[in-house]
């Protein structure tokens, strides 16, 4: 997995989250960050939506990122003419290859559905455009045909071919086969694109390339259609971390980034969210605590500071002794072990009540509330 390029799709398929619509400022701000932190491809956005799509486009194209552009286009070929005119040099034409999608969209008639897709593989080609091609709803087609189409897609030029999962119904090992199969028979490379519909666009995204994809479609916070697509931030974690590879990207920098897209796009980040949730480096229960006080890597999989958080210790309901009095020691109260077990039994009631964890003050408030005033020096 040593060659992994990652292709972030944040501005067009992370767009497409219903209610999500970035305005230009937010979408040059979102391509400039992505290229900042080391992202080597950038999907920007689908020219055929019009004017004002374009023209942000261009005003990415124009920025002179380092990170290549591409635009996503159906294979129609008045798409691939308002990708020529947005001054990007690679183009992504998508097509259809599962029966469902053949036959809803193309009246069953595949023949005509390669016909364009040569037609603007070949349009695009000829006018020195380097294109890669996406396979619609690929786990869903037939093997054959699916391999079918992109032995054309390779036939006619195109540097590249995304297996698509759209609707998110595979499994990891059934992903695996799959795209084996078709990074076997192809001498392009592969990518992989993943949805979320059962939680397993990431770990698909990664099954993929350990079927020797080359490839990978991100978006950041994993925001995209219906339950989104394979989170950039923990694509990335997940290959430095658990295949020691590392891509080149500024980690540190991702929860600024999450930040940025949470905002941007108006959906928030829950706390949970791996890598970059608010609660993904929050310790409040006390087996917990007690162990990261003495090394973190107990319940941590990885230092938070390597993707911009910190860590935190919490009081609340499930909290132990151990903790208790770490934090009462920080602020100069020493309490023995039956005063720590009252201010603990206070802890436990309070956090009940408030449905939250406490704050320093409303702690240190126990302390006093117990009288054990005594003990603050
Ligand atoms: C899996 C994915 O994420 S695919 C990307 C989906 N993203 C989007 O749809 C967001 C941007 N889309 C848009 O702005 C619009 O849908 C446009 C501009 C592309 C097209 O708009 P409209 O002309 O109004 O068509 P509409 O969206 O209603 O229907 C889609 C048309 O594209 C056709 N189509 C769909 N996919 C493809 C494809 N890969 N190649 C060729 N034609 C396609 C449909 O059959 C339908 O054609 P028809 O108008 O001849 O019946
Ligand atoms: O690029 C393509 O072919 C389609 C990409 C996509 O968004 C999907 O299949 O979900």
Same mark, same amino acid.
């Given at each position: 997995m040593n060659q992994v390029l990652i292709n972030d799709t944040t501005l067009r %398929?992370?767009?497409?989250?219903?209610?999500?619509?970035?305005? !230009?400022?937010?979408?040059?701000?979102?391509a400039k960050f992505l290229d900042a932190i080391g992202l080597e491809e950038i999907e920007v956005g689908i020219p055929a939506m019009g004017e004002e799509e374009q023209r942000a486009i261009q005003?990415?194209?124009?920025?002179?990122?380092?990170?290549? =552009?591409?635009?996503?286009?159906?294979?129609?070929?008045? %798409?691939?003419?308002?990708?020529?005119?947005?001054?990007?040099?690679?183009?992504h034409i998508a097509i259809p290859v599962s029966g469902i999608q053949i036959a809803t969209k193309f009246q069953g008639q595949w023949r005509i559905t390669l016909q364009q897709l040569k037609d603007c593989i070949s349009f695009a080609v000829d006018k020195g455009f380097w294109v890669a091609v996406g396979g619609e709803d690929s786990s869903?087609? *037939? *093997?054959?045909?699916?391999?079918?189409?992109a032995l054309y897609a390779q036939e006619w030029g195109a540097k590249r071919f995304r297996f698509c999962d759209t609707v998110g119904v595979l499994d990891p090992f059934t992903t695996y086969s799959k795209v084996k199969r078709l990074v076997s028979g192809l001498r392009i490379p592969v990518e992989v694109h993943t949805? /979320? %519909?059962?939680?397993?666009?990431?770990? /698909?995204? =990664?099954?993929? !390339?350990?079927?020797?994809?080359?490839?990978? /479609? +991100? +978006?950041? /916070?994993?925001l995209g259609e219906r339950a989104g697509n394979a989170a950039l931030e923990e694509v990335v974690m997940a290959i430095k971390r658990m295949y020691g590879v590392d891509l080149g990207i500024d980690t540190p920098r991702l929860l600024e980034l999450s930040k940025l897209v949470a905002n941007a796009s108006g959906c928030r980040v829950p706390p949970w969210?791996?890598?970059?949730?608010?609660?993904?480096?929050?310790?409040?229960?006390?087996?917990?605590?007690?162990?990261?006080l003495k090394n973190p890597f107990t319940y941590e999989p990885f230092a938070p500071e390597e993707v911009g958080r910190e860590?935190? !210790?919490?009081?609340?309901?499930?909290?132990?002794?151990?903790?208790?009095?770490?934090?009462?020691?920080?602020?100069?109260?020493?309490?023995?072990?039956?005063?720590?077990?009252?201010?603990?039994?206070a802890v436990r009631q309070c956090s009940m009540e408030k449905k939250r964890n406490l704050t320093t003050e409303e702690l240190l408030d126990l302390v006093k509330i117990q009288k054990y005033s005594h003990a603050i020096r």
């Amino acid at each position: 997995m040593n060659q992994v390029l990652i292709n972030d799709t944040t501005l067009r %398929d992370g767009e497409q989250a219903a209610g999500v619509a970035f305005n !230009l400022e937010e979408k040059i701000a979102i391509a400039k960050f992505l290229d900042a932190i080391g992202l080597e491809e950038i999907e920007v956005g689908i020219p055929a939506m019009g004017e004002e799509e374009q023209r942000a486009i261009q005003s990415i194209a124009d920025l002179g990122l380092s990170a290549k =552009l591409l635009g996503w286009n159906r294979a129609v070929i008045s %798409d691939i003419k308002a990708s020529m005119a947005c001054g990007l040099k690679r183009m992504h034409i998508a097509i259809p290859v599962s029966g469902i999608q053949i036959a809803t969209k193309f009246q069953g008639q595949w023949r005509i559905t390669l016909q364009q897709l040569k037609d603007c593989i070949s349009f695009a080609v000829d006018k020195g455009f380097w294109v890669a091609v996406g396979g619609e709803d690929s786990s869903r087609a *037939d *093997d054959e045909f699916l391999l079918d189409v992109a032995l054309y897609a390779q036939e006619w030029g195109a540097k590249r071919f995304r297996f698509c999962d759209t609707v998110g119904v595979l499994d990891p090992f059934t992903t695996y086969s799959k795209v084996k199969r078709l990074v076997s028979g192809l001498r392009i490379p592969v990518e992989v694109h993943t949805h /979320n %519909d059962f939680g397993l666009a990431t770990a /698909n995204a =990664l099954a993929g !390339l350990k079927a020797g994809a080359l490839s990978v /479609n +991100t +978006t950041v /916070n994993g925001l995209g259609e219906r339950a989104g697509n394979a989170a950039l931030e923990e694509v990335v974690m997940a290959i430095k971390r658990m295949y020691g590879v590392d891509l080149g990207i500024d980690t540190p920098r991702l929860l600024e980034l999450s930040k940025l897209v949470a905002n941007a796009s108006g959906c928030r980040v829950p706390p949970w969210k791996a890598i970059v949730g608010e609660n993904t480096f929050a310790h409040e229960s006390g087996i917990h605590a007690h162990g990261v006080l003495k090394n973190p890597f107990t319940y941590e999989p990885f230092a938070p500071e390597e993707v911009g958080r910190e860590r935190r !210790l919490v009081v609340g309901k499930h909290s132990g002794r151990h903790l208790i009095s770490n934090l009462l020691k920080q602020h100069g109260i020493f309490l023995s072990k039956e005063e720590t077990q009252s201010v603990l039994d206070a802890v436990r009631q309070c956090s009940m009540e408030k449905k939250r964890n406490l704050t320093t003050e409303e702690l240190l408030d126990l302390v006093k509330i117990q009288k054990y005033s005594h003990a603050i020096r």
